[in-house]
Each structure stands twice: as structure tokens, then as C-alpha cells.
């Protein structure tokens, strides 16, 4: 067989050699140890938190090393693209800080040497080394029709070794003549690899996630060009991950059944082939047992889902390192206030199986996250946040910023901040008394404290509240009122002898923390008085007040 004659029948309209590419895209100059990495979606549109996961591996894996991450849009297949998708996509990695090196940044904007970065814009490239396997006797044209591969299938329900290989591969021994007429007959064909795998070839990588892997070696003689002249994805990949010079290809752990296909690809194209590090899918725990976060299921397998419900993006960074590498809790633990890119993030120690989803660890990371920032900062991005997802809780804001930002500031920028928000929705919630608007009130009392000493404890404090004490003032004017009430405000004293008394000190201020906010449990309550105003104060004693004596 001519092959040289083949290829040219085949791509009669690519004039330059593979080497033309190697030449444009040279190795990169790059510092020892660099790493090349990618994230390669298909503008599909939808981003799962898998997706942003891997793909912040991926960043993570050139960051540490001063290499180079870039993103590549696999948009061969033309029946998923949805429009705008990269936009979308390209958004929700920014908000996570992952920016690219080079690649493409917008729907209409690429930047970099080894572009293009489209692979829709790579067709020519693709086929120029598709036309040289040709020549080389390592590929050819397959007429095989859907019908006949359905029943190909079929008859191999019970085979162990399936797909177009063998027997099967009809094609792979067309003569010159017998290919040429098909081709005069206008039969639409694929091209195929010719495989020279053989079944008890092995294929051997060192994965730097999994570690060791042995598997059989390919025999398939697998499509690399659809019959419109793209690329498969296994075609496509080799291609591009060898003339982007990417280093180490971090996917999701259902490549690595077609490793062998890839790796194969590589060596008879004479590339040197990638290190892989096979990413395994985020799991959840389901009825005692696991299973892979479900795009239809799990709200939060979308990666909107966070931006809506107002987690920052800090802290979904931040539990996903916790997911990622093994050892970074401990390294948190030393260092707290050390910021997030210091971590020396190490593929080895990612999971080999899977990382578990926990919404209440996430929900801990947060509340962790959010507690150090200053009060300014929270405003800011809850700001942000409701003005896209809670007019409601923006208008409040709006109504006097400064004193939102004091309410966030409530017992916050100090060295044990409390930890009561996990995410931005729950602010509505957190600060709903201390605006007359959304204040709910709710009279029941814990501890001690009755509606009888309520009446006695009220009736006495809305005399002598003062709004402009001190701290200490404050505290001092409580503890004094509780002699006159019945109670001590000594809790120890009360511990010791709790007949002689009504209640102690902390009974008191839970009747005050009551009627003016309506729970039992709040921040500082000396801060919230403060803020409520003089006004709202006295108002939300009164009617308290009411309420008890009613009740007594
Ligand atoms: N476009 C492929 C996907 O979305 C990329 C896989 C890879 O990273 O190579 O699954």
C-alpha cells in the first residue's frame, strides 16, 4: 500500500508537516520543576463542583511550582455547545481566584503563545498530524456504517476485549483501490488508529494521584477523526497537551480507563507524554454508603449554588483544600492566620478514592472564615451578595451602612470572635431584631426566669436603662438591680444556696435579652442595646413589660 499516496487522497488540502507545529510551538522556557497544567472544559454551561475542584488542583499544581495554567475550551462537540457557557464557566472560576496564565479568558478573547485555544480553531493542526500517521501506516479510513458498528456491538456483548479490533476491524486492510472507490462513491468515513497493541501487551504510568497503575494495553483501533474531520477526544487531547506543552494533565478519574488509548497516541506520534494525575469524584455519604455528588440530586454539586446561598468564596476555597490535601487541617492549625496560597499543596496527598462532601464541615470551615474578617469586610461582601439575592436584607443596609456595619461588628474583631455566620443568608436571620421591620418578638423565657420576675425585672430596668454607659456601667446597673428582684448577682452564691433566691444575675439579663430581642442567645447584648436606640429600646421593654403582666 502507498500510504503516502493514501494520505494525500485523504488530506489533499494540508500542505505542511507536523514539524511546522513543533517548530511554532517550542518547548517551554520555563524554571526547573515548573509545571504546565490546564483545565480543558467543555462549554457545556453548567460547572460542577467536581469541575472547580479539579480544576483547582490543576491551579494549585502550577502555582506551587511557578509553572503555567492555562485554559483550553473542548468545543468539538457541537451538539452540547450553549451559548455564552465559557462566560459562565470562566466567572465561576474567577470568583475562586483562579485566573488563568494564558488560553482563553472570555467567549471572544485568547491570549498566548500556544494558541489557538479553541479546539474548534485547531482542525487544521489536528489533521496535519492525522495526515502523517497516515503516511506512516499507523492510521486509516473506515467505512463502517452506525448500523454495522451497532451490530459489531451487539455480537460483542460477551466478549472481554471490545470495540473495533481483530476481526472486527474490517477496514484496517483496504487496498489502495478498494478505498479509493469508496471514497469516489462519496462513503463517509472515520479515521482510525491501526493499533499495534496486542492482548497481552501491558501499559504501565505512574499517576501521581494513584500511584502504580498496570493495565492491558490498547488494542482498539480507536476513531481520531470523526467524519467530519474533528477530533476525538483522545486524538484531540494528545495533540494539544503535547503542543501546549502541558506537563502534568490533572482530570477526573474517568480518563483513566482510556490511559492506554492516550498513552499509545503519545508514542506513536513521538511525543513524550504528560504525567497524569487522575482526580477521584467528590463523593457524599448517602444511606450509609458513598456515592458520586450528583449534578441531579445535590443542589450544591453545582457550583452556583454557593454564590447563591452567600458562602465566601474564601471559604469554599478554603474547605476545598481541606478535600484536596490531607494534611491541611494540620497545617491550619499552626497556621492561622496565614493566608490560603502559602499552603504547600502536593498532589500526593490528594485522596485516591475520593473526598466525602460534608455540607457541616464546609459549614465549620465558614463560620471559621468569616469570624476573622473585620465587620467592614462582611458588610462589604454581604452587601454584594444581597443586592443579587436578598433585596430585602440591601434595603435595611441602605437604610444606615454605618450602623449595619456596627451590628456586623458585634462582638467580632476581637480575639475569641463568635462564629454565628456560616454564609451570607444567614444574616437576614442573625440580625432581624435589631431593625424594627423584621424584629419577631417571642416572649418565652429559660432558665430561672418567669414572667413574674420578668414583670419585676422590667419594670424595673426601663426606668434606669442608659443608653450611654459604659460597659461596665452597664453590667454594674443589672447586678444592682437583683437584690431588688429576689435574685443574687452572684452566680456562685446562687449555685450554693438556690433556695434563698429567685434566680442570679444571668436570669436577669436573659429577661432584658428577651424583650429586646426576642431569643435567648445572642452576641453582646450591652452592644445590641446600644445600637438598637433609645426609642426601640424603650418601646421593646414596655411591651414586654405588657405581655408578662398579662401572663403573670
Ligand atoms: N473536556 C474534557 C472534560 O470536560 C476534559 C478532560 C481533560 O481534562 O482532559 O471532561
Known amino acids: 500500500m502507498d500510504n503516502k499516496k493514501l494520505a494525500e487522497i485523504l488530506f489533499p488540502h494540508i500542505l505542511k508537516a507536523p514539524d511546522y507545529y513543533e517548530k511554532l510551538y517550542p518547548a517551554r522556557v520555563l524554571p526547573e520543576g ?8 467543555s462549554p457545556t454551561g453548567f460547572l460542577h463542583f467536581g469541575n472547580l475542584f479539579t480544576c483547582l488542583v490543576s491551579y494549585k499544581t502550577a502555582k506551587t511550582t511557578d509553572g503555567v495554567f492555562y485554559v483550553r475550551v473542548e468545543d468539538t462537540d457541537r451538539k452540547r455547545k450553549v451559548e455564552g457557557a465559557i462566560e459562565v464557566m470562566l466567572k465561576g472560576l474567577s470568583v475562586y481566584g483562579i485566573v488563568p496564565d494564558e488560553g482563553v479568558f472570555s467567549e471572544t478573547e485568547q491570549f498566548g503563545a500556544y494558541g489557538p485555544y479553541y479546539q474548534s480553531e485547531r482542525k487544521i493542526i489536528y489533521q496535519t498530524y492525522a495526515k502523517s500517521l497516515v503516511e506512516q501506516g499507523l492510521a486509516y479510513p473506515c467505512f463502517m456504517t452506525a448500523e454495522e458498528l451497532d451490530e459489531i ?14 476481526k472486527w476491524a474490517r477496514h484496517r486492510d ?57 477530533p476525538t477526544y483522545h486524538f484531540a487531547h494528545a495533540i494539544d497537551d503535547h503542543l501546549m506543552r502541558t506537563t502534568h494533565v490533572v482530570r477526573g478519574d474517568e480518563w483513566i480507563s482510556s490511559t492506554p488509548i492516550h498513552l499509545q497516541l503519545f508514542k506513536l506520534l513521538g511525543f513524550k507524554p504528560p504525567k497524569y494525575a487522575h482526580v477521584a469524584p467528590i463523593m457524599k455519604e448517602e444511606n450509609g454508603g458513598k456515592r458520586k455528588l450528583s449534578k441531579r440530586k445535590d443542589p450544591e454539586a453545582a457550583v452556583t449554588y454557593y454564590a447563591e446561598e452567600g458562602f465566601p468564596s474564601e471559604s469554599v476555597n478554603e474547605y476545598m483544600l481541606t478535600l484536596a490535601n490531607s494534611n491541611f487541617e494540620d497545617w491550619r492549625r499552626m497556621n492561622k492566620d496565614e493566608e490560603l496560597d502559602k499552603f504547600p499543596f502536593n498532589l500526593k496527598k490528594m485522596s485516591v478514592s475520593g473526598a466525602l462532601f460534608d455540607m457541616v464541615k464546609l459549614t465549620d470551615v465558614s463560620k471559621n472564615v468569616i469570624s476573622k474578617m473585620p465587620a467592614g469586610k462582611v458588610f462589604e461582601l454581604s ?21 449595619a456595619t456596627a451590628i456586623l461588628n458585634i462582638d467580632r474583631e476581637n480575639k475569641k470572635p463568635r462564629k454565628d455566620i456560616a454564609k451570607w443568608s444567614d444574616i437576614p436571620d ?37 443608653l450611654d454607659d459604659t460597659k461596665d456601667e452597664w453590667f454594674e446597673r443589672i447586678k444592682g438591680m437583683c437584690e431588688a428582684v429576689g435574685c443574687t448577682p452572684n452566680v456562685k452564691e446562687y449555685k450554693q444556696n438556690p433556695e ?21 442567645n445572642t452576641p453582646d447584648l450591652y452592644e445590641i442595646t446600644r445600637l438598637l436606640g433609645r426609642e426601640t429600646v424603650e418601646k421593646r421593654l414596655t411591651d414586654a413589660l405588657s405581655y408578662y403582666k398579662e401572663e403573670k
Not at 456491538?153 to 481483530?166: D, F, T, Y
Not at 416572649?443 to 420578668?454: D, K
Request: glycine share 6%.
Open 34 to 41: 515548573a509545571r504546565v497544567t490546564r483545565f480543558a472544559p
Open 174 to 230: 483496504l487496498s489502495l483501490p478498494e478505498i479509493e472507490e469508496k471514497l469516489n462513491a462519496g462513503t463517509p468515513w472515520t479515521l482510525r488508529l491501526k493499533s499495534p497493541g496486542t492482548l497481552e501487551g501491558k501499559c504501565f504510568f505512574d499517576d501521581m494521584i494513584k500511584g502504580k497503575i498496570e493495565m492491558p494495553e490498547n488494542v482498539q483501533d480507536v476513531v481520531i477523526l470523526k467524519s467530519d474531520g474533528i
Open 430 to 466: 442573625y440580625i432581624s431584631y435589631m431593625y424594627d421591620e423584621t424584629f419577631a418578638p417571642c416572649y418565652e423565657l429559660t432558665g430561672n426566669a418567669t414572667p413574674a420576675l420578668a414583670v419585676k425585672v422590667l419594670e424595673l430596668y426601663k426606668d434606669i436603662v442608659n
Open 500 to 520: 434563698a433566691f429567685d434566680g442570679h444575675v444571668g436570669d436577669v439579663s436573659t429577661v432584658i435579652r428577651v424583650a429586646l430581642t426576642g431569643r435567648t
Open 383 to 403: 452587601y454584594e451578595w444581597a443586592k443579587e439575592y436578598n433585596p430585602n436584607l440591601a434595603a435595611l443596609y441602605e437604610k444606615d451602612t454605618d450602623r
Open 153 to 166: 456491538r451487539a455480537q460483542q456483548e460477551n466478549e472481554s476485549v471490545k470495540g473495533i479490533w481483530g
